[in-house]
């Protein structure tokens, strides 16, 4: 296998460390004992002493070579990979470079950390647009989540307005949210069948449902227990256009929980219209598993919820403190230069196709719905069936008895559910289309 060689501190040339806990200054103040006060050494040509990363090199043009980066058992068409990422060689590798770094001299590659994380978010704002000061890191969707619901600043009696559709992390924040501040949630149905969804009823239920009270609009871009895709530009938008006719105390923060969405659309975040987005990148974008980033279009409103180690400015505020585990994080840069090296709209257009296939498929089986949107204008990679009279826990092992690996939606009303990404292939539908028919 061939190599290629990039440098591992991809935060090179900024100002140093320096600073980056610049908030950190009072005697009391438990501040890491390993704070950069200064730049830390680096070679002459101004890169830190970090060594060389090595990662596998790979062909992105073929398909055949992009699923071998990835250690999944061949064997089994894998159909759930996008509910927490398998490590790609290039992420494992990186993994390794800097687990080993950290396990030989702790001290100096926690102060070049400072850099790298800074790399990190360079990548995400060259993957998503717009700039590395809009990125928060986190380490998971729900952390992100908590970081915009708990750190928006709500009065009694403000409104938080959000759907009946959300996942249990959107709806244990905005319950916290609600005891924290006395604001009162208010959730309204976008859809009453999934299947039948389209961007006019989802934009008319949404905005109608907008009131003189609401301060906030929080809802999630794809539902994980329809894989129904909301119109959130059309939402943004409009938001928008409401917002100029407000005072500014009055005006409507929008939220969203991008997950599903993220890696699986093709879009530039600041082109979406929400304010904030909270996404793991740990799942469609096959990064390392624990982490994930926030998006905001500017962080004003937000006050840190837990307190930072990344410094004062923008993004970094909001990036909750303390160690992480900072192998997986600073290589999260190898995910996103991995999508970017395919290209992110190769990746979901490999993504939605297969989807697309599959729903077709699995269309008109006796005994079989497809809960899932068919029009890719309101769905995305997520595929939810229901099977009549099987509970999707006994689908799932039935399928996995014939080598197909699918979930069940952890909803009240739960479903089977399918996400063919670039891990599957188009050729593994048809045999899925068939093993699903074959459970009635
Ligand atoms: C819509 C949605 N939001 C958030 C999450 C939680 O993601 P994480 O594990 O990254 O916190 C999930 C879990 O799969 C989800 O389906």
Not at 345 to 358: F, G, N, S
Request: proline share 7%.
């Amino acid at each position: 296998m061939t190599t290629t060689t990039r440098r591992s501190v991809l935060g090179a040339g900024l100002a140093g460390g320096a600073g980056l806990l610049a908030g950190c200054s009072s005697d009391a103040d438990p501040a890491p004992a390993t704070a950069p006060t200064r730049s830390p050494p680096t070679t002459p040509s101004g890169t830190p002493t970090t060594g060389d990363l090595v990662v596998p090199d790979f062909d992105p043009e073929d398909w055949a070579s992009v699923r071998a980066q990835f250690p999944l058992d061949t064997g089994l068409a894998q159909f759930a990979a996008y509910v927490l990422s398998p490590h790609t060689a290039q992420v494992s590798a990186a993994i390794a470079h800097h687990r080993a770094r950290l396990d030989r001299d702790t001290d100096t590659a926690l102060h070049e950390g400072y850099l790298l994380e800074e790399g990190v978010r360079r990548a995400a704002a060259s993957y998503v647009g717009g700039t590395a000061d809009q990125i928060a890191l986190t380490d998971s969707t729900t952390m992100g989540i908590a970081v915009m619901y708990g750190g928006l600043d709500l009065r009694p009696g403000d409104e938080i307005l959000s759907t009946t559709h959300d996942f249990f992390s959107t709806e244990e924040a905005l319950r916290l949210a609600e005891r924290r501040t006395g604001a009162v949630v208010r959730r309204v149905t976008l859809y009453d069948d999934p299947a039948a969804a389209t961007v006019d009823q989802l934009t008319t239920r949404l905005l109608d449902a907008i009131g003189p009270r609401t301060r906030v609009v929080g809802v999630t871009w794809v539902h994980s227990s329809t894989g129904v895709r909301l119109p959130i530009a059309a939402y943004g938008a409009a938001i928008a256009d409401l917002n100029r006719e407000r005072d500014a105390a009055d005006r409507i923060t929008f939220c969203v929980d991008g997950v599903h969405g993220f890696g699986a659309v093709d879009v530039d975040l600041p082109d979406l219209g929400c304010d904030f987005l909270a996404t793991g990148t740990h799942k469609w974008l096959f990064g390392p598993r624990g982490t994930g980033i926030v998006w905001g279009r500017d962080w004003t409103p937000l006050t840190e919820l837990i307190p930072t180690f990344s410094g004062p400015q923008d993004g970094a505020r909001l990036s909750p403190g303390g160690y992480h585990d900072f192998e997986h994080r600073w290589s999260l840069s190898e995910a996103f230069a991995f999508h970017e090296r395919i290209g992110r709209d190769r990746v979901v257009a490999r993504t939605v196709e297969q989807a697309t296939v599959l729903k077709e498929g699995l269309t008109g089986i006796e005994g079989v719905t497809v809960v899932t949107p068919l029009d890719p204008e309101v769905s995305a990679g997520i595929v939810c069936v229901d099977v009549r009279g099987m509970p999707p826990a006994n689908a799932v092992m039935t399928l996995r008895e014939g080598g197909i690996v699918a979930s069940a939606t952890p909803y009240q009303q739960s479903y089977l559910r399918l996400g063919p990404s670039i891990v599957t292939s188009p050729d593994e539908v048809g045999p899925a289309v068939s093993a699903v028919a074959a459970l009635v």
